[in-house]
């Protein structure tokens, strides 16, 4: 295991520059996650931690040794990548013991170590088989185990689940975070997928346009996030935001509603965010947020509104039964205990 120190790193492709300057620490053990939309530079990162490619500048140091010229194969670093990345003309015995070959490790020790985690991924059935004759989680589980195989310092994970359908997606998050527990090796795993984040990580780093937006466990991101982008990247549905005037103890929206927050906020514009199950249906539009419905959506334990107002889509979150059609007229009360409240700037208010 290792810890993993990301020192004013950049990156930059002629006059691109996709990595900006950006710090962080992993510390021994931890599972952290890189997220943020695609195009944000996580795969890049990713990359550069791997030896793929080259630092432009900064420093990366594992286990506080700096390894910004060391080459891939000397950097104790095992990568799984999107696309799996097996040799098709080999079989998952193979495939998991190739680079130990490499290695130069006799044939017992090699059979072993494939022995032993084709076992704990539940492989042992399959290792005679071609990646042609394997499903996609299977795939999934043999990619894992040749990085696993190899005892590294460090795991990389390039969206190793992109490639699966929804459930088989659910099924293999949980097992590699179980693997996780089990093996506690260092792992930095990239995905655009915020739910995979929320449910994964021990650490979440949140990305975008090549800078560190928030740096933080699940839910302290859920709970505190530090600017509106990261408020609505993190959630499922997505944070709700309303812009607004504050004279210092009311806030006023732009339709017109006006409430009491529970503490004082700054005089001037503001943009207040709720969350989809903190809105309520107002048993009074009067005294509410006025919309119109646009869409229901029943899940059985939950129904989700899309609401009109003022022209931008609102998500609520019920667990009532409602009797209610698109076009109808409807009234939301923001819960303000649960209230995010952010400056012109984006930024948070604390």
Partial sequence: MATVSIRSLSKAYNKLTVI?????????????VLVGPSGCGKSTLLRMIAGLEDISGGE????????????????????????????????????????LSLQKLDKATIARRVAETAEALG????????PKQLSGG????????????????????????????????????TELKQLHQRLGVTSLYVTHDQIEAMTMADKIIVLRDGVIEQVGAPLELFDFPANVFVATFIGSPAMNLFEGQSDGTSVTLAGGARF??????PKGPITLGIRPENLEIAQDPAQAIAGTVAAIEPTGTETMLMV?????????????????????????????THAHFFDAQGLRIA
């Avoid at 009109?308 to 059609?325: F, I, K, P």
Wanted: aromatic share 6%; proline share 7%.
């Fill in 20 to 32: 900006k300057d950006i710090s962080a620490e992993i510390a021994d053990g931890e599972f952290v």
């Fill in 138 to 173: 299977q795939r999934q589980r043999v990619a894992t185990g040749r990085a696993i195989v190899r005892n590294p310092k460090v795991f990389l994970f390039d969206e190793p689940l992109s490639n699966l359908d929804a459930k088989l997606r659910v099924q293999m998050r």
């Fill in 123 to 130: 492989l042992t059935g399959l290792l005679e088989r071609y």
């Fill in 260 to 265: 009491t927050p529970p503490r004082t906020l």
């Fill in 60 to 99: 990366l140091a594992i286990d506080g040794v700096v390894v910004n010229d060391v080459s891939p194969k000397d950097r104790d670093i095992a990568m799984v990548f999107q696309n799996y990345a097996l040799y098709p003309h080999m079989t998952v015995a193979q495939n998991m013991g190739f680079s």
């Fill in 308 to 336: 009109d107002v003022t022209g931008r889509q609102v998500t609520v979150l019920t667990r009532q039964r409602l009797a209610l059609s698109p076009g109808a007229p409807i009234g939301l009360l923001p819960q303000l």
